[in-house]
Protein backbone atom coordinates (compact mmCIF):
# COMPACT_ATOMS: atom_id res chain seq x y z
CA UNK A 1 0.00 0.00 0.00
CA UNK A 2 1.75 3.44 -1.34
CA UNK A 3 -1.05 5.65 -0.51
CA UNK A 4 -0.62 8.21 1.49
CA UNK A 5 -3.46 10.32 3.57
CA UNK A 6 -3.36 13.68 4.44
CA UNK A 7 -2.94 14.51 7.98
CA UNK A 8 -5.06 17.63 8.92
CA UNK A 9 -7.78 16.72 11.40
CA UNK A 10 -8.86 19.79 13.49
CA UNK A 11 -8.01 19.40 17.29
CA UNK A 12 -10.76 21.63 18.87
CA UNK A 13 -10.09 22.61 22.45
CA UNK A 14 -13.01 21.80 24.01
CA UNK A 15 -13.30 18.05 25.08
CA UNK A 16 -15.78 15.62 24.17
CA UNK A 17 -18.19 14.96 26.70
CA UNK A 18 -16.66 11.82 29.25
CA UNK A 19 -18.60 9.02 29.09
CA UNK A 20 -19.07 6.61 32.07
CA UNK A 21 -15.78 6.64 35.08
CA UNK A 22 -13.14 6.62 32.83
CA UNK A 23 -12.03 2.97 33.49
CA UNK A 24 -13.14 1.82 30.05
CA UNK A 25 -11.01 5.03 28.47
CA UNK A 26 -7.90 3.71 30.37
CA UNK A 27 -8.35 0.04 29.38
CA UNK A 28 -8.71 1.43 25.56
CA UNK A 29 -5.59 3.56 25.61
CA UNK A 30 -4.04 0.86 27.29
CA UNK A 31 -4.28 -1.99 24.81
CA UNK A 32 -3.81 0.53 22.42
CA UNK A 33 -0.39 1.58 23.46
CA UNK A 34 0.83 -2.13 23.79
CA UNK A 35 -0.63 -3.02 20.35
CA UNK A 36 1.64 0.10 18.61
CA UNK A 37 4.26 0.66 20.69
CA UNK A 38 5.29 -3.09 21.60
CA UNK A 39 6.16 -4.13 18.17
CA UNK A 40 8.03 -0.89 17.55
CA UNK A 41 10.49 -0.92 20.50
CA UNK A 42 10.91 -4.95 19.67
CA UNK A 43 12.03 -4.08 16.18
CA UNK A 44 14.15 -1.36 17.13
CA UNK A 45 15.69 -3.47 19.95
CA UNK A 46 16.70 -6.06 17.77
CA UNK A 47 18.29 -4.06 14.97
CA UNK A 48 20.93 -3.14 17.97
CA UNK A 49 21.48 -6.18 20.03
CA UNK A 50 21.39 -9.72 19.56
CA UNK A 51 22.64 -12.56 21.90
CA UNK A 52 25.96 -13.01 20.20
CA UNK A 53 27.17 -9.97 20.54
CA UNK A 54 25.01 -7.83 22.51
CA UNK A 55 24.45 -4.19 21.83
CA UNK A 56 25.77 -3.02 18.48
CA UNK A 57 24.90 -0.04 16.10
CA UNK A 58 26.46 -2.37 13.06
CA UNK A 59 23.23 -2.76 11.57
CA UNK A 60 22.89 1.07 10.97
CA UNK A 61 26.77 1.03 10.34
CA UNK A 62 26.40 -1.58 7.35
CA UNK A 63 23.59 0.40 5.23
CA UNK A 64 25.81 2.28 3.22
CA UNK A 65 27.88 -0.13 2.21
CA UNK A 66 25.78 -3.16 1.69
CA UNK A 67 25.60 -4.08 -1.92
CA UNK A 68 22.67 -2.50 -3.84
CA UNK A 69 21.72 -0.05 -1.69
CA UNK A 70 23.98 2.75 -3.19
CA UNK A 71 22.80 2.23 -6.58
CA UNK A 72 18.96 1.15 -5.38
CA UNK A 73 18.43 4.19 -3.44
CA UNK A 74 19.77 6.50 -6.30
CA UNK A 75 17.26 5.11 -8.22
CA UNK A 76 14.32 6.36 -6.03
CA UNK A 77 15.45 9.42 -5.60
CA UNK A 78 16.20 9.90 -9.78
CA UNK A 79 12.68 8.42 -9.91
CA UNK A 80 11.25 10.92 -7.33
CA UNK A 81 12.61 13.58 -8.78
CA UNK A 82 11.49 12.68 -12.34
CA UNK A 83 7.81 12.31 -11.07
CA UNK A 84 7.70 15.45 -9.38
CA UNK A 85 8.50 17.58 -11.89
CA UNK A 86 6.32 16.49 -13.92
CA UNK A 87 3.28 16.12 -11.92
CA UNK A 88 3.73 19.70 -11.28
CA UNK A 89 4.58 20.64 -14.61
CA UNK A 90 1.36 18.71 -15.88
CA UNK A 91 -1.06 19.82 -13.03
CA UNK A 92 -0.45 23.03 -12.59
CA UNK A 93 -1.06 24.52 -16.10
CA UNK A 94 -4.43 22.30 -15.94
CA UNK A 95 -5.54 23.32 -12.50
CA UNK A 96 -4.78 27.15 -13.05
CA UNK A 97 -7.23 26.66 -16.52
CA UNK A 98 -9.54 25.25 -14.84
CA UNK A 99 -9.99 28.71 -12.56
CA UNK A 100 -9.32 30.61 -15.86
CA UNK A 101 -12.61 29.91 -18.10
CA UNK A 102 -12.48 26.36 -18.43
CA UNK A 103 -14.19 25.36 -15.15
CA UNK A 104 -15.83 22.05 -17.35
CA UNK A 105 -12.97 20.87 -16.95
CA UNK A 106 -12.79 20.07 -13.42
CA UNK A 107 -14.94 16.91 -13.40
CA UNK A 108 -12.71 15.69 -15.89
CA UNK A 109 -9.32 16.48 -13.57
CA UNK A 110 -11.58 15.13 -10.53
CA UNK A 111 -12.18 11.91 -11.78
CA UNK A 112 -8.69 11.43 -13.53
CA UNK A 113 -6.99 12.40 -9.49
CA UNK A 114 -9.86 10.09 -7.68
CA UNK A 115 -9.36 6.72 -10.09
CA UNK A 116 -5.58 5.69 -9.02
CA UNK A 117 -6.97 5.78 -5.54
CA UNK A 118 -9.58 3.39 -6.48
CA UNK A 119 -7.93 1.07 -8.85
CA UNK A 120 -5.38 -1.52 -6.54
CA UNK A 121 -1.79 -0.83 -7.54
CA UNK A 122 -1.88 -4.46 -8.47
CA UNK A 123 -4.46 -4.19 -10.94
CA UNK A 124 -2.59 -1.19 -12.40
CA UNK A 125 0.84 -3.28 -12.73
CA UNK A 126 -1.35 -6.28 -14.38
CA UNK A 127 -2.33 -3.47 -16.98
CA UNK A 128 0.93 -1.93 -17.91
CA UNK A 129 2.64 -5.01 -18.41
CA UNK A 130 0.35 -6.22 -20.96
CA UNK A 131 0.60 -3.39 -22.38
CA UNK A 132 4.02 -3.42 -22.88
CA UNK A 133 3.84 -7.20 -24.36
CA UNK A 134 1.41 -6.29 -26.50
CA UNK A 135 3.13 -3.46 -27.53
CA UNK A 136 6.91 -5.22 -28.37
CA UNK A 137 4.41 -7.58 -30.73
CA UNK A 138 2.99 -4.83 -32.09
CA UNK A 139 5.46 -2.40 -32.69
CA UNK A 140 8.02 -5.19 -33.28
CA UNK A 141 8.50 -3.70 -37.35
CA UNK A 142 8.17 -0.16 -36.42
CA UNK A 143 10.94 2.22 -35.37
CA UNK A 144 8.54 3.22 -31.88
CA UNK A 145 10.34 -0.73 -30.72
CA UNK A 146 13.21 1.29 -29.43
CA UNK A 147 11.27 3.72 -27.90
CA UNK A 148 9.11 0.92 -26.07
CA UNK A 149 12.59 -0.69 -25.12
CA UNK A 150 14.41 2.25 -23.69
CA UNK A 151 10.99 3.01 -21.60
CA UNK A 152 12.04 -0.21 -19.74
CA UNK A 153 15.71 0.84 -19.51
CA UNK A 154 16.94 -0.56 -16.39
CA UNK A 155 19.34 1.60 -15.17
CA UNK A 156 16.03 4.65 -15.23
CA UNK A 157 12.84 2.82 -16.24
CA UNK A 158 10.98 5.53 -17.89
CA UNK A 159 7.74 3.52 -17.20
CA UNK A 160 7.75 3.58 -13.79
CA UNK A 161 8.10 7.59 -14.31
CA UNK A 162 4.97 7.18 -15.82
CA UNK A 163 3.46 5.00 -13.25
CA UNK A 164 4.30 7.32 -10.47
CA UNK A 165 3.06 10.58 -11.92
CA UNK A 166 -0.24 8.97 -12.38
CA UNK A 167 -0.32 7.17 -8.79
CA UNK A 168 0.68 10.63 -7.37
CA UNK A 169 -1.79 12.52 -8.93
CA UNK A 170 -4.57 12.76 -6.43
CA UNK A 171 -2.13 13.54 -3.51
CA UNK A 172 -0.71 16.80 -5.53
CA UNK A 173 -3.79 17.77 -7.04
CA UNK A 174 -5.10 18.10 -3.69
CA UNK A 175 -2.08 19.53 -1.91
CA UNK A 176 -2.42 22.11 -5.16
CA UNK A 177 -5.70 22.51 -4.74
CA UNK A 178 -5.92 23.52 -1.51
CA UNK A 179 -3.13 26.40 -2.18
CA UNK A 180 -5.22 27.46 -5.27
CA UNK A 181 -8.31 28.16 -3.06
CA UNK A 182 -6.27 30.55 -0.63
CA UNK A 183 -5.05 33.25 -3.62
CA UNK A 184 -7.38 35.07 -5.73
CA UNK A 185 -6.03 33.32 -9.03
CA UNK A 186 -8.05 35.02 -11.31
CA UNK A 187 -7.28 38.98 -10.14
CA UNK A 188 -3.31 37.60 -10.21
CA UNK A 189 -3.07 36.63 -13.43
CA UNK A 190 -4.95 39.44 -15.14
CA UNK A 191 -2.61 42.10 -13.20
CA UNK A 192 0.44 40.44 -14.26
CA UNK A 193 -0.69 39.94 -17.61
CA UNK A 194 -1.97 43.76 -17.80
CA UNK A 195 1.47 44.64 -17.27
CA UNK A 196 2.57 43.12 -19.51
CA UNK A 197 4.62 39.64 -18.02
CA UNK A 198 4.80 36.93 -20.63
CA UNK A 199 3.12 33.55 -19.30
CA UNK A 200 6.17 31.65 -18.26
CA UNK A 201 6.83 34.82 -15.64
CA UNK A 202 3.32 34.58 -14.90
CA UNK A 203 3.94 31.09 -13.94
CA UNK A 204 7.95 31.51 -12.36
CA UNK A 205 7.33 35.24 -10.53
CA UNK A 206 3.55 35.18 -9.81
CA UNK A 207 1.76 32.00 -9.33
CA UNK A 208 4.20 29.68 -8.28
CA UNK A 209 6.02 32.02 -5.24
CA UNK A 210 2.13 32.17 -3.86
CA UNK A 211 1.81 28.57 -3.70
CA UNK A 212 4.90 27.74 -2.46
CA UNK A 213 3.78 25.52 0.64
CA UNK A 214 1.16 23.37 -1.49
CA UNK A 215 4.03 23.31 -4.50
CA UNK A 216 6.36 21.83 -1.19
CA UNK A 217 3.56 19.66 0.44
CA UNK A 218 2.68 18.03 -3.56
CA UNK A 219 6.53 17.71 -3.90
CA UNK A 220 6.68 15.95 -0.09
CA UNK A 221 3.98 14.04 -0.91
CA UNK A 222 4.90 12.30 -3.78
CA UNK A 223 8.33 11.82 -2.95
CA UNK A 224 7.21 9.98 0.28
CA UNK A 225 4.79 7.57 -2.13
CA UNK A 226 7.82 6.92 -4.36
CA UNK A 227 10.24 6.07 -2.21
CA UNK A 228 7.67 3.60 -0.28
CA UNK A 229 5.97 1.97 -3.64
CA UNK A 230 6.55 -2.17 -3.74
CA UNK A 231 4.10 -3.47 -6.11
CA UNK A 232 4.75 -1.67 -9.34
CA UNK A 233 8.22 -1.40 -9.35
CA UNK A 234 8.26 -5.16 -7.87
CA UNK A 235 6.72 -6.75 -10.58
CA UNK A 236 7.89 -5.11 -13.22
CA UNK A 237 11.31 -6.16 -11.70
CA UNK A 238 12.86 -2.84 -10.92
CA UNK A 239 15.64 -2.97 -7.98
CA UNK A 240 14.13 0.41 -6.71
CA UNK A 241 14.77 0.94 -2.38
CA UNK A 242 11.53 -0.84 -1.60
CA UNK A 243 12.15 -4.02 -3.44
CA UNK A 244 15.91 -3.58 -2.54
CA UNK A 245 14.80 -3.82 1.21
CA UNK A 246 12.72 -7.24 0.46
CA UNK A 247 15.70 -8.84 -1.30
CA UNK A 248 18.72 -7.87 1.18
CA UNK A 249 16.26 -9.01 3.55
CA UNK A 250 16.65 -12.75 2.43
CA UNK A 251 20.66 -12.62 3.69
CA UNK A 252 20.48 -9.79 6.21
CA UNK A 253 17.23 -9.77 8.51
CA UNK A 254 18.65 -7.32 11.04
CA UNK A 255 19.43 -4.73 7.94
CA UNK A 256 16.01 -5.23 6.88
CA UNK A 257 14.51 -3.98 10.25
CA UNK A 258 16.79 -1.02 10.26
CA UNK A 259 15.99 0.18 7.82
CA UNK A 260 11.98 -0.27 7.75
CA UNK A 261 12.71 1.96 11.40
CA UNK A 262 14.59 4.51 8.90
CA UNK A 263 11.93 5.06 6.50
CA UNK A 264 9.21 5.16 8.79
CA UNK A 265 11.17 7.88 10.91
CA UNK A 266 11.58 9.01 7.48
CA UNK A 267 8.00 9.34 7.13
CA UNK A 268 7.69 10.78 9.98
CA UNK A 269 9.78 13.82 9.51
CA UNK A 270 8.36 14.09 6.13
CA UNK A 271 4.68 14.79 7.45
CA UNK A 272 5.83 16.78 10.67
CA UNK A 273 7.61 19.08 8.22
CA UNK A 274 4.36 19.61 6.33
CA UNK A 275 1.90 20.00 9.23
CA UNK A 276 4.48 22.45 10.24
CA UNK A 277 4.03 24.26 7.32
CA UNK A 278 0.70 23.70 6.65
CA UNK A 279 -0.03 25.15 9.93
CA UNK A 280 2.01 28.51 9.85
CA UNK A 281 0.33 29.17 7.30
CA UNK A 282 -3.15 29.13 8.98
CA UNK B 1 -22.17 23.17 -37.69
CA UNK B 2 -23.75 23.23 -34.29
CA UNK B 3 -21.66 20.22 -33.63
CA UNK B 4 -18.36 22.26 -34.22
CA UNK B 5 -19.85 25.44 -32.21
CA UNK B 6 -20.80 22.83 -29.71
CA UNK B 7 -17.11 21.41 -29.59
CA UNK B 8 -15.35 24.80 -29.54
CA UNK B 9 -17.49 26.07 -26.60
CA UNK B 10 -16.47 22.40 -24.89
CA UNK B 11 -13.09 23.02 -25.72
CA UNK B 12 -12.33 26.54 -24.50
CA UNK B 13 -9.69 27.05 -22.31
CA UNK B 14 -8.41 23.20 -22.38
CA UNK B 15 -5.26 23.68 -24.61
CA UNK B 16 -2.97 24.02 -20.49
CA UNK B 17 -4.31 20.47 -19.49
CA UNK B 18 -3.93 18.79 -22.70
CA UNK B 19 -0.21 17.32 -21.95
CA UNK B 20 -2.08 16.01 -18.45
CA UNK B 21 -4.77 14.42 -20.39
CA UNK B 22 -2.34 13.16 -22.49
CA UNK B 23 -0.37 11.26 -20.35
CA UNK B 24 -3.32 10.09 -18.23
CA UNK B 25 -4.53 8.80 -22.11
CA UNK B 26 -1.35 6.78 -22.50
CA UNK B 27 -0.14 5.82 -18.81
CA UNK B 28 -3.44 5.00 -17.55
CA UNK B 29 -6.01 4.81 -19.99
CA UNK B 30 -3.78 2.05 -22.67
CA UNK B 31 -2.89 -0.18 -19.52
CA UNK B 32 -6.99 0.15 -18.94
CA UNK B 33 -8.08 -0.66 -22.00
CA UNK B 34 -5.38 -3.80 -22.86
CA UNK B 35 -6.26 -5.12 -19.20
CA UNK B 36 -9.80 -5.20 -20.11
CA UNK B 37 -9.43 -6.54 -23.76
CA UNK B 38 -7.08 -9.11 -22.27
CA UNK B 39 -10.00 -10.41 -19.91
CA UNK B 40 -11.98 -10.99 -23.18
CA UNK B 41 -9.60 -12.60 -24.63
CA UNK B 42 -9.50 -16.52 -24.89
CA UNK B 43 -6.22 -17.33 -26.57
CA UNK B 44 -6.34 -20.23 -29.21
CA UNK B 45 -4.19 -23.34 -29.85
CA UNK B 46 -1.20 -22.01 -30.90
CA UNK B 47 -0.35 -20.71 -34.73
CA UNK B 48 -4.41 -19.71 -34.27
CA UNK B 49 -6.14 -16.51 -33.73
CA UNK B 50 -7.59 -15.78 -29.80
CA UNK B 51 -11.83 -15.07 -30.04
CA UNK B 52 -13.15 -12.70 -27.30
CA UNK B 53 -15.27 -14.39 -24.93
CA UNK B 54 -16.04 -14.84 -21.20
CA UNK B 55 -13.75 -17.92 -20.61
CA UNK B 56 -11.58 -16.04 -18.53
CA UNK B 57 -13.95 -14.66 -16.37
CA UNK B 58 -15.91 -17.57 -15.52
CA UNK B 59 -12.28 -19.48 -15.02
CA UNK B 60 -11.57 -16.45 -12.44
CA UNK B 61 -15.18 -17.30 -10.89
CA UNK B 62 -14.52 -21.11 -10.35
CA UNK B 63 -12.02 -23.03 -7.63
CA UNK B 64 -8.89 -22.40 -7.35
CA UNK B 65 -9.18 -18.93 -7.66
CA UNK B 66 -12.29 -18.11 -6.28
CA UNK B 67 -11.39 -19.22 -3.17
CA UNK B 68 -8.37 -16.38 -3.49
CA UNK B 69 -11.08 -13.80 -4.43
CA UNK B 70 -13.37 -14.66 -1.33
CA UNK B 71 -10.53 -15.04 1.31
CA UNK B 72 -9.32 -11.89 0.30
CA UNK B 73 -12.94 -10.05 0.71
CA UNK B 74 -13.10 -12.02 4.33
CA UNK B 75 -9.44 -10.93 5.36
CA UNK B 76 -10.69 -6.94 3.96
CA UNK B 77 -14.11 -7.09 5.66
CA UNK B 78 -11.98 -8.09 9.34
CA UNK B 79 -9.83 -5.72 9.23
CA UNK B 80 -12.22 -3.31 7.99
CA UNK B 81 -15.08 -4.19 10.65
CA UNK B 82 -12.28 -4.45 13.76
CA UNK B 83 -10.11 -1.96 12.97
CA UNK B 84 -13.69 0.67 12.69
CA UNK B 85 -14.92 -0.30 16.15
CA UNK B 86 -11.19 -0.38 17.85
CA UNK B 87 -10.29 3.40 15.87
CA UNK B 88 -13.15 4.84 16.87
CA UNK B 89 -13.00 3.56 20.47
CA UNK B 90 -9.50 4.44 20.44
CA UNK B 91 -10.54 7.63 18.88
CA UNK B 92 -13.37 8.28 21.10
CA UNK B 93 -10.81 7.88 23.84
CA UNK B 94 -8.39 9.94 22.45
CA UNK B 95 -10.70 12.83 22.01
CA UNK B 96 -12.17 12.62 25.78
CA UNK B 97 -9.44 12.92 27.32
CA UNK B 98 -8.12 15.80 29.13
CA UNK B 99 -4.87 15.78 27.98
CA UNK B 100 -4.34 18.38 24.97
CA UNK B 101 -0.69 16.81 24.60
CA UNK B 102 -1.80 13.21 24.47
CA UNK B 103 -4.50 13.82 21.71
CA UNK B 104 -1.98 15.92 19.60
CA UNK B 105 0.44 12.93 20.05
CA UNK B 106 -2.02 10.50 18.51
CA UNK B 107 -3.54 12.08 15.90
CA UNK B 108 -0.09 12.95 14.48
CA UNK B 109 1.03 9.30 15.10
CA UNK B 110 -1.95 7.93 13.04
CA UNK B 111 -1.02 10.49 10.35
CA UNK B 112 2.14 8.45 10.07
CA UNK B 113 0.90 4.61 10.84
CA UNK B 114 -2.13 5.21 8.47
CA UNK B 115 0.58 5.52 5.85
CA UNK B 116 2.80 2.90 6.47
CA UNK B 117 1.86 -0.12 4.87
CA UNK B 118 4.21 -2.08 2.50
CA UNK B 119 7.14 -3.30 3.07
CA UNK B 120 8.64 -1.86 6.43
CA UNK B 121 5.22 -2.85 7.95
CA UNK B 122 6.23 -6.31 7.56
CA UNK B 123 9.10 -6.18 8.48
CA UNK B 124 8.50 -4.96 12.07
CA UNK B 125 6.23 -7.65 12.51
CA UNK B 126 8.52 -10.15 11.12
CA UNK B 127 11.03 -9.25 13.80
CA UNK B 128 8.73 -8.80 16.75
CA UNK B 129 6.30 -12.01 16.14
CA UNK B 130 7.97 -13.98 13.37
CA UNK B 131 9.26 -17.58 13.60
CA UNK B 132 12.59 -16.15 15.12
CA UNK B 133 10.95 -12.61 16.05
CA UNK B 134 12.11 -11.70 19.03
CA UNK B 135 8.57 -12.22 21.29
CA UNK B 136 8.12 -15.93 19.17
CA UNK B 137 11.41 -16.75 20.99
CA UNK B 138 11.38 -15.28 23.70
CA UNK B 139 8.05 -16.76 24.94
CA UNK B 140 7.90 -20.00 22.92
CA UNK B 141 5.14 -18.74 20.94
CA UNK B 142 6.19 -21.79 18.82
CA UNK B 143 6.33 -20.75 14.68
CA UNK B 144 3.65 -19.67 12.09
CA UNK B 145 1.96 -17.33 14.63
CA UNK B 146 1.91 -14.55 12.14
CA UNK B 147 1.53 -16.53 8.76
CA UNK B 148 -2.04 -17.30 8.99
CA UNK B 149 -5.22 -15.38 8.57
CA UNK B 150 -5.28 -13.89 11.84
CA UNK B 151 -1.95 -12.69 11.87
CA UNK B 152 -2.14 -11.10 9.08
CA UNK B 153 -5.06 -9.39 9.67
CA UNK B 154 -3.21 -8.08 13.06
CA UNK B 155 -0.35 -7.11 10.75
CA UNK B 156 -2.61 -5.17 8.50
CA UNK B 157 -4.82 -3.39 12.06
CA UNK B 158 -2.18 -1.74 12.21
CA UNK B 159 -2.09 0.97 9.24
CA UNK B 160 -5.86 0.62 9.41
CA UNK B 161 -6.75 1.62 13.04
CA UNK B 162 -4.54 4.83 12.83
CA UNK B 163 -7.19 5.31 9.65
CA UNK B 164 -10.14 5.39 10.80
CA UNK B 165 -8.60 7.56 13.91
CA UNK B 166 -8.30 9.89 11.22
CA UNK B 167 -11.57 9.63 9.57
CA UNK B 168 -13.56 9.19 12.36
CA UNK B 169 -11.87 11.95 14.74
CA UNK B 170 -13.31 15.13 12.72
CA UNK B 171 -16.63 13.18 13.26
CA UNK B 172 -16.49 12.71 16.72
CA UNK B 173 -15.76 16.21 17.16
CA UNK B 174 -18.87 16.83 15.55
CA UNK B 175 -20.85 15.59 18.27
CA UNK B 176 -21.30 18.95 19.86
CA UNK B 177 -21.29 18.42 23.74
CA UNK B 178 -24.42 20.45 24.36
CA UNK B 179 -26.77 17.75 22.39
CA UNK B 180 -25.69 15.52 25.25
CA UNK B 181 -26.75 17.82 27.36
CA UNK B 182 -29.69 18.26 26.20
CA UNK B 183 -30.44 14.08 26.01
CA UNK B 184 -29.26 14.07 29.47
CA UNK B 185 -31.48 17.10 30.68
CA UNK B 186 -34.54 15.36 28.74
CA UNK B 187 -34.16 12.90 30.57
CA UNK B 188 -32.31 10.52 28.65
CA UNK B 189 -29.90 7.74 29.40
CA UNK B 190 -26.26 7.82 28.24
CA UNK B 191 -27.17 4.28 26.26
CA UNK B 192 -30.57 6.49 25.01
CA UNK B 193 -28.19 9.26 23.97
CA UNK B 194 -25.86 7.17 22.08
CA UNK B 195 -28.85 5.13 20.25
CA UNK B 196 -30.56 8.07 19.26
CA UNK B 197 -28.15 10.64 18.81
CA UNK B 198 -24.72 9.87 18.69
CA UNK B 199 -24.52 6.74 16.31
CA UNK B 200 -27.19 8.14 13.59
CA UNK B 201 -24.30 11.12 13.61
CA UNK B 202 -21.60 8.98 13.47
CA UNK B 203 -22.98 6.31 11.29
CA UNK B 204 -22.45 7.83 7.83
CA UNK B 205 -18.49 8.25 8.64
CA UNK B 206 -18.51 5.22 10.40
CA UNK B 207 -19.71 3.42 7.35
CA UNK B 208 -17.30 5.52 4.91
CA UNK B 209 -14.70 4.55 7.31
CA UNK B 210 -15.70 0.70 7.31
CA UNK B 211 -15.61 0.85 3.38
CA UNK B 212 -12.55 2.91 3.26
CA UNK B 213 -10.35 0.24 5.05
CA UNK B 214 -12.07 -2.65 3.04
CA UNK B 215 -10.33 -0.70 0.44
CA UNK B 216 -6.99 -0.61 1.74
CA UNK B 217 -6.82 -3.93 3.18
CA UNK B 218 -8.30 -5.91 0.03
CA UNK B 219 -5.64 -3.65 -2.09
CA UNK B 220 -2.89 -4.51 0.50
CA UNK B 221 0.18 -6.47 -1.24
CA UNK B 222 3.17 -5.12 -0.79
CA UNK B 223 3.19 -6.45 2.69
CA UNK B 224 1.82 -9.69 2.71
CA UNK B 225 4.55 -10.36 -0.58
CA UNK B 226 6.85 -9.18 2.08
CA UNK B 227 5.75 -12.13 4.96
CA UNK B 228 7.21 -14.35 2.71
CA UNK B 229 5.62 -17.99 3.66
CA UNK B 230 2.24 -17.05 4.65
CA UNK B 231 -0.37 -19.19 4.15
CA UNK B 232 -3.24 -16.92 3.18
CA UNK B 233 -4.31 -17.01 -0.27
CA UNK B 234 -5.07 -13.59 -1.34
CA UNK B 235 -5.87 -12.79 -4.27
CA UNK B 236 -3.36 -9.76 -4.84
CA UNK B 237 -0.75 -12.64 -4.56
CA UNK B 238 -2.07 -15.10 -6.89
CA UNK B 239 -2.15 -12.22 -9.66
CA UNK B 240 1.31 -11.56 -8.91
CA UNK B 241 2.18 -15.03 -8.84
CA UNK B 242 0.82 -15.07 -12.93
CA UNK B 243 2.22 -12.09 -13.57
CA UNK B 244 5.89 -13.40 -12.42
CA UNK B 245 5.26 -16.39 -14.65
CA UNK B 246 4.48 -18.83 -11.20
CA UNK B 247 1.70 -20.67 -13.05
CA UNK B 248 1.04 -22.70 -15.65
CA UNK B 249 1.64 -21.25 -19.18
CA UNK B 250 -1.87 -19.86 -20.70
CA UNK B 251 -3.28 -18.64 -17.03
CA UNK B 252 -2.30 -15.08 -17.82
CA UNK B 253 -5.56 -14.15 -19.21
CA UNK B 254 -7.21 -15.30 -16.10
CA UNK B 255 -4.85 -12.93 -13.99
CA UNK B 256 -6.46 -10.35 -15.93
CA UNK B 257 -9.74 -11.53 -15.36
CA UNK B 258 -8.87 -11.60 -11.51
CA UNK B 259 -7.96 -8.11 -11.59
CA UNK B 260 -11.08 -6.93 -13.59
CA UNK B 261 -12.85 -8.64 -10.68
CA UNK B 262 -10.87 -6.92 -7.78
CA UNK B 263 -11.40 -3.58 -10.14
CA UNK B 264 -15.49 -4.28 -10.03
CA UNK B 265 -15.39 -4.99 -6.48
CA UNK B 266 -13.62 -2.01 -5.75
CA UNK B 267 -15.76 0.27 -7.54
CA UNK B 268 -18.47 -1.31 -6.24
CA UNK B 269 -17.14 -0.35 -2.95
CA UNK B 270 -16.28 3.37 -3.73
CA UNK B 271 -19.84 3.41 -4.67
CA UNK B 272 -20.86 2.79 -0.94
CA UNK B 273 -18.31 5.42 0.25
CA UNK B 274 -18.82 8.23 -1.79
CA UNK B 275 -22.51 9.15 -1.39
CA UNK B 276 -21.42 8.54 2.39
CA UNK B 277 -18.77 11.12 2.18
CA UNK B 278 -21.00 13.45 1.07
CA UNK B 279 -23.88 12.88 3.64
CA UNK B 280 -20.97 12.75 6.88
CA UNK B 281 -19.28 16.38 5.30
CA UNK B 282 -22.19 18.03 6.51
CA UNK B 283 -21.53 17.13 10.74
CA UNK B 284 -17.89 18.49 9.41
CA UNK B 285 -19.19 21.86 9.38
Not at chain 1, 215 to 237: D, K, M, P, R, W
Not at chain 2, 146 to 153: I, P, Q, R, T
Amino acid sequence: MAAVTPTAVPVTAAPLPVAGGGWGRRVVLLVAAVYFLVPMVIAATFTVYNEAQGFSLGAYGRILSAPGFVSSFLLSLALAAATIVIVLVLLLPAMLAVRLGAPGLRPVLETITTLPLIVPPITYVVGISTSLREGADALAATPFWQTLISLQDENFPFVLVLAYVVLALPFAYRSLDAGLRAIDVVTLVEAARNLGASWPQVMLRVIMPNLRSSLAGAAFLTLALVLGEYTVAALLGYQTFPVWIVTISGSDGQLSVALSILSLLLAWLLLLTLSRAGRKKS
Amino acid sequence: MTERKARRTWGKGWGPAVPLLLVVAIAFGIPAVMLAAGAFTEKGAPGEPSSYGFANLAASLREPYLGTLLSSVQLSAVVAVGGALTGTFLAHAVLTSKSAMLREAVLSVSGVLANFGGVPLAFIWIATLGNSGVVTVGLGLGSGLLYNFWGLAMVYLYFSIPLMVLVIAPALEGLRPQWREAALNSGATTWQFWRLVGIPVLAPALLGGVVLLFGGAFAAYATAAAMVGASVPLVTLQIADALTGNVLVGFENVALALSLDMIVIALLVMAVYLPLQRRSSRWLR
